[in-house]
């Protein structure tokens, strides 16, 4: 039998110059429970996988989404193997309207940045994912300082 596919999200501040992403903690099931993911969900049968994407992103965290790129995954097969008998394609994207908030899958959601990502509890198959996020999130900038010194 053919692969499940799940498509995800790694939504950012900024498709162009992203430097954070979105990290959700999934409430169910208990074996997945506390662990962070992507936002997404399992492809229906029929459905186009960036329609998926859209339509769990709507349902999970009431957002409508710019869709970018593809997270591609190395190798030579289309997206990101998880446990057997999934596999996971990715995309970039932002929020086009809508504000992210924790729906009934998840239990928080976490902006995190190339130096935060790696302290979550991601699901061990998205590890390879993250890594590859992290190659490519910008380092955030420092703050603006509040007084400027000297001329
Ligand atoms: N959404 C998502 N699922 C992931 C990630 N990593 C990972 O191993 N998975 C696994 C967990 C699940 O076994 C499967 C996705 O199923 P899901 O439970 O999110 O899908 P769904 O919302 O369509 O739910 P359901 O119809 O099965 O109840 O993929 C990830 O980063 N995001």
Redesign the pocket.
């Known amino acids: 039998m053919a692969d499940q596919l799940?498509v995800?999200a790694v939504l950012v501040d900024d498709l162009s110059a992203p430097t954070r992403a979105l990290a959700a903690r999934?409430t169910?099931p208990e074996s997945?429970a506390g662990r962070w993911?992507?936002?997404?969900?399992?492809v229906e049968p029929g459905e186009d996988p960036v329609a998926a994407l859209r339509r769990?992103l709507r349902e999970?965290l009431e957002v409508d989404l710019e869709v970018g790129a593809e997270l591609e995954a190395p190798g030579s097969l289309p997206g990101w193997p998880?446990?057997a008998g999934?596999v996971?394609r990715v995309w970039w994207c932002a929020v086009a309207s809508g504000e992210a908030h924790a729906g009934e899958?998840h239990d928080a959601l976490a902006w995190v940045d190339a130096a935060s990502i790696n302290d979550l509890a991601w699901?061990?198959?998205?590890l390879p994912?993250v890594d590859a996020i992290v190659a490519r999130l910008a380092p955030a900038q420092p703050e603006e300082p509040s007084a400027t010194l000297g001329r």
């Not at 699901?123 to 998205?126: A, E, N």
């Open positions: 799940v995800a999934r169910r997945l993911e992507l936002p997404g969900g399992k769990e999970e998880l446990t999934l996971m899958a699901l061990t198959p998205d994912v």
